[in-house]
């Protein structure tokens, strides 16, 4: 079986290895991934932390109530949204995403935490396109990735 038909585990496991080793886990409270390659990482690196996950999806998938984002695409507009419960006021959140392009979802995930005064306290990527200058959106956030190109 090759890595296109399912997810080797042992691949997998050294990518969520990589993303804790860029985390201070005393830091944080919660850990947010984004829809969806975000939930992947995301949930495994808040499971070998100890953390609590929390799921941002693409808008009208929650099934509760929920806090709204919208955010810029290079194609036109999107929203994510949040459980309104999710976060407590101060909990110091980690973001988690598979890949930071030009950082406008990453942005309005910021939001979201700040909306429901939570803090955050890091944003981490398993890829950056540098190129792309998504950091730049994220300047006032301490952004870390494990491959850069």
């Given amino acids: 079986m090759c890595i296109?038909?399912?997810?080797?585990?042992k691949l997998l496991s050294m990518s969520v290895e990589a993303?804790?080793?860029?985390?201070?886990?005393?830091?944080?409270?919660k850990i947010i991934g984004i829809d969806a390659r975000g939930f992947i990482f995301g949930s495994l690196l808040a499971n070998l932390?100890?953390?609590?996950f929390i799921p941002v999806?693409?808008?009208?998938?929650?099934?509760?109530?929920?806090e709204s984002q919208a955010y810029d695409l290079e194609y036109g507009?999107?929203?994510i949204e949040i459980h309104k419960d999710s976060i407590k006021p101060g909990e110091k959140i980690l973001i988690v995403d598979d890949l930071l392009a030009t950082g406008g979802t990453a942005e309005a995930a910021v939001?979201?935490?700040?909306?429901l005064s939570g803090t955050?306290?890091?944003l981490i990527f398993f890829i950056e396109l540098e190129?792309?200058?998504?950091r730049e959106l994220l300047k006032n956030t301490n952004v870390k990735s494990v491959l850069k190109y």
Avoid at 19 to 29: E, G, K, N, P, T
């Fill in 19 to 29: 993303l804790a080793s860029h985390v201070d886990s005393s830091s944080i409270d």
């Fill in 49 to 52: 932390l100890g953390k609590g």
């Fill in 111 to 115: 939001k979201l935490v700040e909306k």
């Fill in 4 to 9: 296109r038909d399912s997810i080797n585990p």
């Fill in 77 to 79: 507009k999107s929203v």
């Fill in 120 to 122: 955050v306290d890091s």
């Fill in 131 to 134: 190129f792309l200058k998504g």
């Fill in 57 to 66: 999806r693409k808008e009208g998938k929650l099934p509760w109530q929920t």
